[in-house]
């Protein structure tokens, strides 16, 4: 499966290599019943490759996956193939169906589900609270260029950490 954010576009081969079908599915919850009952009319469905599947992909990986379809990361086609040839949904999709049939296709798709995926979005959540702090505490700092001078002579010393937490300015109460 060749994926992008709002359609997949599939390719289905035969164990001979033979296209049986290539068709471009939309990127939901139907979209993937479609593809799928489309490719199980083609034939046994044993094995998927889909790139993008930690993006893109994810979901239809879950989803093929839940139908017990051994799902692989299929490898896109690199530079110097897409020098050669100009780029097409249709061609990348067949590409990862080769992959996955000549073996060069072999990292089996994460499950998306579990500990370790709640692990990684709590971090994902984590660090992007950090950042907003940091910049919400550059804003506070950038503000003081431009404060009247008795001010900046007062806050303009303190830490980024001091001067968000200091009351009636960036944290506190407010009296």
Do not use: C
Not at 24 to 42: C, D, E, K, V
């Amino acid at each position: 499966m060749d994926t992008h954010r709002d359609f997949h576009v599939a390719a289905v081969l035969a164990m001979t290599g033979r296209t049986l079908g290539i068709e471009r599915f939309p990127a939901t919850a139907s979209g993937y019943r479609q593809l799928h009952a489309w490719a199980a009319q083609l034939g046994n469905v044993l094995r998927a490759g889909v790139e993008s599947s930690g993006n893109y992909g994810a979901a239809l990986s879950r989803y093929l996956l839940s139908q017990g379809i051994e799902v692989l990361e299929a490898p896109g086609p690199g530079r110097a193939a897409r020098r050669r040839r100009s780029k097409s949904d249709r061609g990348d999709a067949e590409a990862a169906a080769r992959a996955v049939l000549s073996g060069r296709a072999r990292s089996p798709v994460k499950s998306g589900s579990g500990p370790a995926e709640i692990a990684r979005l709590y971090l994902v959540a984590k660090d992007s609270a950090v950042k907003a702090q940091r910049q919400a505490a550059n804003q506070l700092k950038a503000i003081l260029v431009t404060a009247d001078p008795t001010l900046r002579e007062e806050l303009g010393t303190l830490s980024r950490r001091a001067l968000v937490n200091r009351p009636g300015f960036g944290g506190g109460s407010m009296r």
